[in-house]
């Protein structure tokens, strides 16, 4: 019986983009989000000052999946971008987690999403059994997290 308690696993993940699942991903690196620290003093007291929080970024959506036979939707999406296609380039991409059973838990979304970077397989011949993987990376406007 799983734990229902216990801390998520890692494996049990999909995605969607505009509300579509795509399958065959591989792995997901899910944003890092800081936010710039600053100081300031406060009258003429030299030895005292006080930490403000600025303005917060986010790192990039990085995905790896195998690249399967007749799915073109992701170089296709690369394309859009290249081209300049702002209609079609910017899409809604979600990352949901789910638990044991498949119920989904978390979900992140991000909206406005572009491929900054897409990285076709690598090719080796001398390659034992290697799964043909594709990579993006990805750009966006906004990042936000629901419990579900």
């Keep these: 019986m799983p734990d229902r308690h216990g801390p998520m696993r890692t494996g049990r993940f999909k995605v969607e983009i505009d509300d579509v699942e795509v399958p065959g ?31 917060t970024h986010f790192a990039d959506l ?3 999946r195998g690249v399967q036979p007749g799915d ?20 809604e991409l979600a990352v949901v987690m789910m638990d044991e059973e498949g119920a989904p838990q978390i979900r992140w979304e991000f909206q406005g999403a572009w491929i ?17 993987t594709e990579s993006i990376t990805v750009a966006f406007d906004k990042m936000v997290r629901i419990e579900q």
């Design 62 to 64: 990085e995905m790896e």
């Design 116 to 132: 900054k970077v897409y990285d076709p397989p690598k090719l080796d011949a001398g390659a034992d059994g290697d799964v043909a």
């Design 25 to 55: 991903w591989q792995s997901v690196d899910i944003p890092t989000r800081w936010t710039e620290q600053g100081e300031y003093r406060e009258g003429d007291e030299p030895d005292w000052e006080k930490k403000i929080w600025g303005q």
């Design 72 to 91: 073109t939707r992701i170089f296709d999406w690369a394309e859009e971008v290249r081209m300049g296609d702002v209609d079609d380039g910017r899409k």
